[in-house]
């Protein structure tokens, strides 16, 4: 059996980062996961890399470039003629982009003294872990710590289940070599808008059934509203407040039905896309034999060190709920190596940027208005349009709009939203601000280079005042 002092179970944000982490602080770490290459191969990474952030990003940006050809070159200037889609190139670079990520993150794994081992992990006891390979091999690993960084997958509902062909998953919409005639995607959420994004610039007439009466309401109303808009303008059949009741495929089409407004409905697709939301990946690893506590839907409990129920197990990143966001999982993995190193680690959930990739990307930071008015605080805002930036302006690309909430008695920023071109660069300059704790008026009086995107926060600061100059 080889010793450990560390045992991170899962490759993705979360894991790697707490296993490299661990072994620069000192700990000898071993790595688990189950995603394997056709060789046997460890594909590191996990969800983000393998079949979510970084692929759809990869996906977005092909077809981000193919919109601005066929659509907006000719007002720069640009005849362009005879441009074709070649979706299976698309998806050679997509594939491209993945393998040398993965390779980088098996090197910085490699590098750091960690030790990576493929295959899927099941919990012996508390401190010993089984790892099967997919030869058919196994071996048992022990650890004074073990941490559980399995991340998540995708929701199953029994009214329209994958079968991989016609009604697939998010990780099916990211394989597609042939662009549906009508793609259906049942979730307006950021996977549901990304995918539809990207299949739309293609060609698609993509419909979007959200169970939902709100568009985005977890971000800021003036936000989702602008996005709302932007997004129809674009072509995307958003329908809210929309039930989805089953899903059949008949003579090569889905039908899909759903109620709405207490009316039922019918819409046929060539291919329905479920992205409901994620779930924890915790298939295999035992947790029920080892009493490790859960939640009704399957996360796990974490205290605020993020140990679970059982001593010497914590866990981190997808799999314990929450933002499933891989920049969150890889901050509690720094945190949590730095806890058992018996240093100080800590996350400020208050200051985690959200973005959604569609054009325009949607950011934010902090608290939304809706939620100021929830808890009683008094608040001042200032909105700016990206319409009013020369930079915006010499772009092309205008659409959008900044938000900042500020406390009215402290001045303290409370919140920052942003629609618009480059919106999840935009937002680290709020990130900052806000985990320095800086008052708005400090973004107010701070330089902001012209032209550029970020002179928008700037008079957005100026807006809470009436002080704008642009406006």
């Known amino acids: 059996m080889q010793q450990y002092e560390v045992i991170v179970v899962g490759a993705g944000p979360a894991g790697y980062v707490c296993a490299i982490r661990c072994a620069q602080l000192g700990f000898k770490v071993a790595c688990i996961d189950k995603r394997v290459n056709a060789k046997g191969k460890a594909m590191l990474g996990g969800t983000c890399l393998n079949v979510g952030c970084i692929p759809s990003k990869a996906l977005l940006d092909s077809t981000h470039h193919f919109q601005f050809l066929n659509h907006e070159a000719k007002t720069h200037g640009l005849k362009i003629s005879g441009l074709e889609a070649d979706v299976p190139a698309m998806q050679k670079r997509k594939n491209r982009v993945v393998q040398t990520l993965v390779g980088g993150i098996a090197s910085l794994l490699k590098k750091s003294g960690v030790d990576v081992f493929a295959g899927t992990a099941g919990f012996m006891d508390s401190n010993r872990i089984r790892v099967e390979h997919a030869d058919g091999t196994s071996r048992e690993l022990q650890g004074k710590f073990i941490v559980i960084a399995s991340g998540s997958v995708p929701v199953a509902i029994p009214v329209a289940q994958v079968d991989g062909d016609h009604i697939i998953d998010s990780t099916g919409a990211l394989e597609l070599r042939d662009v549906p005639e009508r793609l259906g995607i049942i979730g307006a959420g950021a996977i549901g808008l990304e995918m539809g994004s990207v299949w739309s610039r293609l060609g698609s007439r993509v419909v979007v059934l959200e169970a939902l009466p709100d568009f985005l309401p977890t971000a800021d109303q003036a936000v989702s509203s602008e996005a709302f808009k932007i997004l129809t303008q674009q072509g995307l059949d958003l329908r809210m407040n929309c039930r989805v009741q089953g899903a059949q495929v008949k003579d090569g089409a889905v039908h899909v039905e759903y109620a709405m407004d207490g009316d039922k409905h019918l819409v046929e697709v060539d291919k329905l896309v479920v992205a409901v939301g994620r779930g924890p990946d915790t298939e295999g690893l035992h947790l029920d034999d080892l009493e490790i506590k859960t939640d009704q839907r399957g996360f796990i409990e974490v205290d605020s060190r993020w140990e679970t129920s059982v001593k010497g197990i914590h ?67 200032g909105v700016f349009p990206f319409m009013a930036l020369g930079r ?80």
């Open 392 to 471: 915006a302006r010499a772009m092309g690309d205008a659409k959008g709009l900044f938000k900042i909430i500020g406390d009215a008695g402290t001045d303290r920023i409370l919140g920052v939203h942003i629609i618009g071109p480059n919106a999840s660069e935009l937002i680290s300059e709020a990130v900052v601000a806000m985990e320095s704790e800086l008052y708005t008026e400090d973004l107010a009086r701070t330089v902001h280079a012209h032209p550029s995107l970020a002179e928008g926060m700037h008079e957005a600061a100026l807006a809470l005042d009436g002080r704008a100059i642009h406006i």
């Open 315 to 381: 866990a981190i990143g997808d799999v314990t709920g929450g933002a499933m966001l891989a920049h969150k999982g890889s901050e509690e993995g720094v945190a949590l190596a730095e806890l058992l190193a018996g240093q100080a680690g800590h996350v400020n959930y208050e200051t985690i940027p959200w973005v959604i990739y569609t054009w325009p990307e949607i950011a934010w930071v902090g608290k939304t208005e809706s939620q100021c008015k929830e808890s009683g605080i008094e608040y001042r805002t």
